[in-house]
């Protein structure tokens, strides 16, 4: 049981990336998804979260308007796509699956992280 995320790297500010969520060993259509992220010296954050049967999305304010998950399922992955990125962007973004978007996922299922640097 393993999760992938990638297509983390450097990037200017206003630039964009896309991260990706892989499984392996488990359904991920089976999950809510989130990613959350953590900068240096900084605590873990939440991102965003997409349900599992409804696909009912979450963005933490931060991120609103910039930042969109979703999900492919014929491919069961799950993209996270960072638009208009700012230096506070900057961190080690982690996907995570669990039941719900409602959980606090500290007992789901944690991927290694993906480093997102954003130069200024």
């Known amino acids: 049981v393993q999760l992938q995320a990638s297509g983390g790297g450097l990037v200017q500010s206003g630039g964009s990336l896309r991260l990706s969520c892989r499984a392996s060993?488990?359904?991920?259509?089976?999950?809510?998804v989130a990613w959350f992220r953590q900068a240096p010296g900084k605590e873990r954050e939440g991102v965003s979260c997409i349900s599992d049967y409804d696909e009912t999305t979450d963005l933490a304010d931060s991120v609103k308007g910039r930042f969109t998950i979703s999900r492919d399922r014929a491919k069961t992955v799950v993209y996270l796509q960072m638009d208009r990125v700012k230096p506070e962007d900057t961190g080690v973004y982690y996907c995570?699956?669990?039941?719900?978007?409602?959980?606090?996922?500290?007992?789901?299922?944690w991927g290694q992280g993906t480093q997102v640097t954003v130069s200024s």
């Open positions: 060993g488990f359904v991920l259509d089976d999950y809510a």
């Open positions: 995570v699956a669990d039941g719900t978007c409602s959980s606090d996922f500290r007992h789901g299922f």
